[in-house]
């Protein structure tokens, strides 16, 4: 059988927090035809979009840095899941660069008239981790990230928010989280 390649966002500069915790419950699930390529993006040289413009002329980012391998990647993956911490009702700064960098997917379907702007349909997946409770973070980022993935070719099929992990009660809401995130992992490629 050949592989579905899964392109993995990776948001938080933790490993082991709630968002890596939510990622390795997500993926420990997914098929076993499931390659996943993940992207850190603390630990990757992604230079903020500075609106130059030049992909509205070509469909393509003028910039070259680290994010050349998710342009590729994202030519040929079947899958996306993003999971990420809320900072300040959005994106970290390292993953909000490489969403605004994919500004060039948004430049191909509204202003080139590409249909879709990426060949390839995907699905796609949100994992969440907010230390409050209250829900703006989270509604702002899946709003985000529903746009963006619009422009992608993929559907949003799952969001898995993980709220309240800085508060003492914590624990509790975790396991459901965690349960969540491994039925998404689970379900990803029926989704489609
Ligand atoms: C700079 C910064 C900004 C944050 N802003 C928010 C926020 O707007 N809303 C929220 O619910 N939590 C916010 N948090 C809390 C994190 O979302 C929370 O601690 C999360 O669990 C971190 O996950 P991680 O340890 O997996 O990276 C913020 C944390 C930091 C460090």
Same mark, same amino acid.
């Given at each position: 059988m050949s592989e579905r390649l899964v392109l993995a966002l990776f948001g938080s500069p933790r490993k082991t927090g709630p968002t890596g915790r939510l990622f390795d419950a997500f993926i420990k699930e997914l098929?076993?035809?499931?390659?996943?390529?993940?992207?850190?993006?603390?630990s990757m040289k992604i230079a903020p979009c500075n609106g130059c413009g030049g992909c509205e002329k070509t469909g393509n980012c003028v910039l070259r840095d680290?994010?050349?391998?998710?342009?590729? =990647?994202?030519?040929? =993956?079947?899958?996306?899941?993003?999971?990420?911490?809320?900072?300040?009702?959005s994106f970290p700064a390292p993953l909000k660069a490489a969403v605004d960098r994919m500004q060039c997917y948004w430049s191909r379907r509204f202003l080139l008239g590409m249909r879709p702007p990426v060949k390839k349909p995907k699905v796609g997946a949100l994992l969440l981790a907010a230390g409050s409770v209250e829900k703006s973070g989270t509604d702002v980022l899946e709003r985000q990230t529903s746009m963006l993935m619009s422009v992608l070719h993929c559907r949003l099929t799952a969001c898995v928010p993980f709220v309240g992990t800085d508060q003492t009660d914590a624990a509790d809401r975790e396991k459901a989280a965690l349960l969540a995130a491994k039925q998404a992992g689970y379900a990803f490629f029926a989704s489609r």
């Amino acid at each position: 059988m050949s592989e579905r390649l899964v392109l993995a966002l990776f948001g938080s500069p933790r490993k082991t927090g709630p968002t890596g915790r939510l990622f390795d419950a997500f993926i420990k699930e997914l098929p076993d035809d499931a390659r996943v390529r993940e992207f850190d993006a603390f630990s990757m040289k992604i230079a903020p979009c500075n609106g130059c413009g030049g992909c509205e002329k070509t469909g393509n980012c003028v910039l070259r840095d680290d994010m050349d391998e998710v342009y590729e =990647a994202m030519e040929t =993956a079947h899958g996306i899941v993003i999971a990420t911490p809320v900072y300040n009702l959005s994106f970290p700064a390292p993953l909000k660069a490489a969403v605004d960098r994919m500004q060039c997917y948004w430049s191909r379907r509204f202003l080139l008239g590409m249909r879709p702007p990426v060949k390839k349909p995907k699905v796609g997946a949100l994992l969440l981790a907010a230390g409050s409770v209250e829900k703006s973070g989270t509604d702002v980022l899946e709003r985000q990230t529903s746009m963006l993935m619009s422009v992608l070719h993929c559907r949003l099929t799952a969001c898995v928010p993980f709220v309240g992990t800085d508060q003492t009660d914590a624990a509790d809401r975790e396991k459901a989280a965690l349960l969540a995130a491994k039925q998404a992992g689970y379900a990803f490629f029926a989704s489609r």
